[in-house]
């Protein structure tokens, strides 16, 4: 080989060994294929050809509709996605910088193609034979969405109570909250007990979506998933190949409580790291009904988040969080903790989260992801509560008058958690996923009360007043742990027209308790006295522990191309909660009392679907049945007690009270259906419905909190350069099929129409506007599940709501 040669040969393999390790910029361009305007939101995913997309890189465009990567030369697949819109796919090869252009068509009817988190391994929801329903963000900008109940009410199968208009809860199937489990990106807020306003300390304006599995969980996530799982998954920045800087500033205002309330986001990031900051701020006047003004249903609210996330190696995600969610002034105009014509109020009631989790991504063969995460959160509930009763007794120089003054209970919930979870890709048609999980629920009690006691002569005249504060610990410090293990497979069968899900675990329970009094200390005029008199020993010191396992079974059936059929069955358990455990109120002649040798609920339910996902009309219709047994229910005892100071001390005496035992049995069945029908043009019909009966089988009596036959009925129509209308009509049947202490309630309708613009673009910016009318005619109505829980007896009337965001 002459000289020339050999340089010449030198330089083309230098030159190809620099292109082999150089990286390519794409730049990836999505807009709207009707309008021709970019879409912010859009999800890009890369993988290398023969990956179909599942790994590699992902991106989210930005208000241009911009998404960068930057890529070494090579074949690649790429998927673009976004709800609402039909999903593209593309094969290209990357030699140089490019950019790629894509129009993506509207979709007036959604054909499950979400992806839902909330059963370990990331899904669309078509492929699951479990019934789920997933409300996006796009949902709660498109209603009032006063809290995030609210919205999710609108979904078959889901119900709204509340204690007023900012404490909320949903009842799934029958399910109230305390059989229910409730995540915040996958961090378990410990409200599988019948504490309010669980769903009020959510900011609505970060959510991302909300996935609701209706129907028993336990196995994926231990005890109190019997009814369903509501897993909360709040927006969250992204990694670019390119340096970027984004948000959104809106405002929101709702006339039926002159409701103010705004919000502002920022994302910024690149390639190894991301940002995101948020906040927001509301305030409430009390609530306007068609009845009047409703007293005390006020309140403050304010939101903030930052979220973190770091790629310190390839295929590795650091990421961590924190939420501090705080209300005060929060009116709670019903509720069944405080009865009669108590006024009680949340002088300040929020919820801090802090999250952290550590995520590595292909890491073998077969090991497809491995992730560890902690959490911690901490709960505060500080009431204040005027009683607005009095008593007068008689004695022998007069009278006595006592008047409960003021009573200020306070609860402290802390939670912390973690998980270690592996996901195995055993074959093309398997997936097994496993893991360990443990939580521990720490609970602190007070109570104060300020009681006047005034004595009177036979003439009526006071002669002398005592003030006391007596000061309570309702239920004893408690501690409540989860340990388990748990396992799930899935496996694609007959050429992949049947999906097959198995899955179970096993939970050891532990619990322990300080010894409880029913009085810790008792201040008259000053002087304080830390053994009162007759002071009673409520629950001895204790600990305990037992083992409860659940297993669950899906079968996903493809009857046709765009026709499923599918079938669940399980069996789960919810150990009783310390409230269940050690609750202790006095109500004068009698008490509500917990139990500690209360046993763990166990339940059996199935559900029975079919889904229809054509290209104009969908379809989800369930039938589903649930038995619980050892279910936990108040039944009239005594309450056995020791006093523990005075001359009495060692005495053993009794009072009438309502115990909690494991004495019932229950049976629940019903259906719940959704539809939508691209019937003509740009005009979409939608509707749903459901149905529950609940009934007490040991007690032959109905059981608490049913809600009655329900549905909704809507029109939506899109211009798709203008914006879109939806006109619903929504009503419930009467409920008379009550239990023991219930009301009757009347059916009604109510008529609601909701706005939106298409995003309007402004140089660098776009503007997005959000409009509606809720209860149109000003109707007059009760909702059961809210008129039960206290003394809520009309909902709000006409509420007009506008809502402005603006993105850059």
């Known amino acids: 080989m002459n000289r020339n040669a050999f340089w010449y040969?030198?330089?083309?393999?230098?030159?190809?060994?620099?292109?082999?390790?150089?990286?390519?910029?794409?730049?990836?361009?999505?807009?709207?294929?009707?309008?021709?305007?970019?879409?912010?939101?859009?999800?890009?995913?890369?993988?290398?050809?023969?990956?179909?997309?599942?790994?590699?890189?992902?991106?989210?465009?930005?208000?241009?509709?911009?998404?960068?990567?930057?890529?070494?030369?090579?074949?690649?697949?790429?998927?673009?996605?976004?709800?609402?819109?039909?999903?593209?796919?593309?094969?290209?090869?990357?030699?140089?910088?490019?950019?790629?252009?894509?129009?993506?068509?509207?979709?007036?009817?959604?054909?499950?193609?979400?992806?839902?988190?909330?059963?370990?391994?990331?899904?669309?929801?078509?492929?699951?034979?479990?019934?789920?329903?997933?409300?996006?963000?796009?949902?709660?900008?498109?209603?009032?969405?006063?809290?995030?109940?609210?919205?999710?009410?609108?979904?078959?199968?889901?119900a709204m109570g509340n204690d007023g208009v900012w404490a909320t809860n949903i009842n799934i199937r029958g399910f109230s909250e305390n059989?229910?489990?409730?995540?915040?990106?996958?961090?378990?807020?410990?409200?599988?007990?019948?504490?309010?306003?669980?769903?009020?300390?959510?900011?609505?304006?970060?959510?991302?979506?909300?996935?609701?599995?209706?129907?028993?969980?336990?196995?994926?996530?231990?005890?109190?998933?019997?009814?369903?799982?509501?897993?909360?998954?709040?927006?969250?920045?992204?990694?670019?190949?390119?340096?970027?800087?984004?948000?959104?500033?809106?405002?929101?205002?709702?006339?039926?409580?002159?409701?103010?309330?705004?919000?502002?986001?920022?994302?910024?990031?690149?390639?190894?790291w991301y940002l995101r900051l948020s906040g927001s701020y509301g305030k409430a006047d009390d609530i306007r009904t068609p009845e009047g003004?409703?007293?005390?249903?006020?309140?403050?609210?304010?939101?903030?988040?930052?979220?973190?996330?770091?790629?310190?190696?390839?295929?590795?995600?650091?990421?961590?969080?924190?939420?501090?969610?705080?209300?005060?002034?929060?009116?709670?105009?019903?509720?069944?903790?405080?009865?009669?014509?108590?006024?009680?109020?949340?002088?300040?009631?929020?919820?801090?989260?802090?999250?952290?989790?550590y995520e590595i991504t292909n890491p073998g063969e077969k090991l497809q992801s491995l992730k560890l995460s902690y959490f911690l959160q901490y709960i505060r509930r500080d009431v204040a509560m005027i009683p607005n009763t009095m008593t007068l007794k008689e004695i022998p120089t007069g009278y006595q008058r006592i008047t409960p003054e003021l009573v200020t209970p306070v609860g402290n919930h802390f939670t912390r958690g973690g998980k270690l979870q592996g996901i195995w890709k055993l074959s093309g048609n398997n997936t097994l996923t496993a893991g360990v999980d443990a939580w521990s629920r720490n609970l602190f009690t007070e109570r104060q009360k300020f009681i006047k006691v005034e004595i009177l002569n036979p003439a009526?005249?006071?002669?002398?007043?005592?003030?006391?504060?007596?000061?309570?610990?309702?239920?004893?410090?408690?501690?409540?742990?989860?340990?388990?293990?748990?396992?799930?497979d899935e496996t694609k069968l007959i050429n992949e027209k049947m999906t097959l899900i198995v899955g179970g675990r096993m939970d050891l329970i532990q619990i322990s308790n300080e010894e409880g009094h029913d009085i810790d200390y008792l201040i008259t005029n000053g002087t304080r006295n830390d053994t009162p008199p007759n002071q009673r020993i409520t629950f001895d010191a204790?600990?305990?522990?037992?083992?409860?396992?659940?297993?669950?079974?899906?079968?996903?059936?493809?009857?046709?191309?765009?026709?499923?059929?599918?079938?669940?069955?399980?069996?789960?358990?919810?150990?009783?909660?310390?409230?269940?455990?050690?609750?202790y109120i006095d109500l004068g002649n009698y008490v509500r009392l917990g139990n500690t040798e209360l046993e763990p609920e166990s339940g059996y339910s199935g559900n029975?679907?079919?889904?229809?996902?054509?290209?104009?009309?969908?379809?989800?219709?369930?039938?589903?049945?649930?038995?619980?047994?050892?279910?936990?229910?108040?039944?009239?005892?005594?309450?056995?007690?020791?006093?523990?100071?005075?001359?009495?001390?060692?005495?053993?005496?009794?009072?009438?009270?309502?115990?909690?035992?494991?004495?019932?049995?229950?049976?629940?069945?019903?259906?719940?259906?959704?539809?939508?029908?691209?019937?003509?043009s740009d005009f979409v019909l939608t509707g749903t419905g459901a149905y529950v009966r609940g009934r007490d089988t040991e007690a032959g009596a109905n059981?608490?909190?049913?809600?009655?036959?329900n549905g909704r009925l809507g029109i939506r129509y899109t211009h798709n350069r203008i914006g879109s209308a939806e006109l619903i009509l929504a009503g419930?049947?009467?409920?008379?099929?009550?239990?023991?202490?219930?009301?009757?309630?009347?059916?009604?309708?109510r008529l609601d129409l909701a706005l939106n613009s298409q995003s309007i673009n402004i140089r660098n910016t776009n503007l997005q506007i959000f409009a509606g009318i809720e209860n149109i005619t000003n109707r007059s109505y009760t909702s059961h599940l809210s008129t039960n829980r206290g003394n809520i007896s009309v909902e709000p009337g006409r509420n007009v709501y506008v809502r402005l965001i603006l993105g850059f």
Do not use: C
Not at 646 to 658: F, K, M, R, V, Y
């Open 9 to 158: 040969a030198f330089i083309a393999l230098f030159f190809s060994l620099n292109s082999f390790g150089q990286n390519h910029r794409l730049q990836i361009v999505v807009r709207d294929s009707v309008t021709g305007k970019s879409l912010e939101g859009v999800v890009a995913e890369i993988g290398s050809a023969g990956t179909d997309g599942k790994a590699g890189n992902a991106g989210v465009s930005d208000v241009r509709g911009r998404i960068f990567f930057s890529l070494p030369g090579g074949n690649y697949h790429l998927q673009v996605k976004m709800l609402g819109y039909a999903p593209l796919i593309s094969r290209f090869n990357l030699n140089s910088d490019q950019q790629l252009d894509f129009l993506l068509s509207p979709r007036p009817v959604n054909l499950g193609e979400v992806e839902v988190a909330s059963l370990m391994v990331n899904r669309l929801a078509r492929d699951l034979p479990a019934p789920v329903a997933v409300v996006g963000a796009m949902k709660y900008k498109k209603l009032s969405s006063f809290t995030l109940s609210n919205v999710l009410a609108t979904e078959p199968g889901i």
């Open 179 to 272: 059989r229910l489990v409730t995540l915040i990106d996958g961090n378990r807020v410990e409200t599988a007990t019948d504490l309010t306003a669980s769903l009020s300390m959510i900011d609505v304006n970060d959510i991302d979506r909300v996935e609701v599995v209706k129907g028993a969980q336990s196995s994926l996530y231990g005890t109190g998933a019997m009814g369903g799982i509501v897993n909360i998954i709040t927006k969250d920045g992204h990694f670019s190949d390119k340096s970027y800087l984004s948000g959104n500033v809106s405002s929101a205002f709702s006339s039926a409580n002159k409701l103010f309330m705004n919000h502002a986001d920022l994302n910024t990031g690149s390639r190894k």
């Open 293 to 357: 003004i409703l007293p005390n249903s006020q309140f403050t609210s304010s939101n903030m988040t930052a979220k973190i996330g770091i790629k310190p190696l390839e295929n590795h995600q650091f990421s961590v969080q924190y939420q501090h969610n705080w209300s005060t002034d929060v009116g709670i105009p019903g509720g069944d903790a405080f009865p009669g014509p108590a006024e009680a109020t949340y002088t300040d009631i929020g919820r801090q989260l802090l999250a952290a989790s």
């Open 460 to 488: 009526g005249d006071v002669v002398k007043t005592n003030n006391l504060e007596r000061g309570e610990t309702p239920i004893p410090e408690s501690t409540f742990t989860s340990s388990g293990i748990f396992i799930q």
């Open 542 to 583: 204790g600990s305990s522990k037992s083992i409860s396992w659940s297993a669950n079974a899906g079968l996903l059936y493809r009857l046709t191309e765009k026709t499923d059929m599918s079938f669940s069955f399980a069996r789960s358990f919810r150990a009783p909660s310390l409230e269940e455990l050690f609750k």
């Open 608 to 680: 029975l679907g079919i889904r229809v996902w054509k290209q104009k009309f969908n379809l989800q219709a369930d039938v589903f049945a649930n038995r619980i047994l050892n279910m936990i229910v108040e039944t009239p005892g005594q309450f056995i007690y020791t006093i523990n100071t005075g001359a009495s001390e060692g005495t053993i005496d009794t009072l009438p009270a309502l115990v909690n035992t494991n004495v019932s049995k229950a049976f629940l069945y019903g259906f719940d259906f959704g539809f939508q029908y691209n019937f003509y």
């Open 703 to 709: 059981l608490p909190q049913i809600p009655p036959l």
């Open 732 to 749: 419930a049947a009467g409920q008379d099929k009550i239990a023991e202490g219930e009301k009757e309630t009347g059916g009604y309708t």
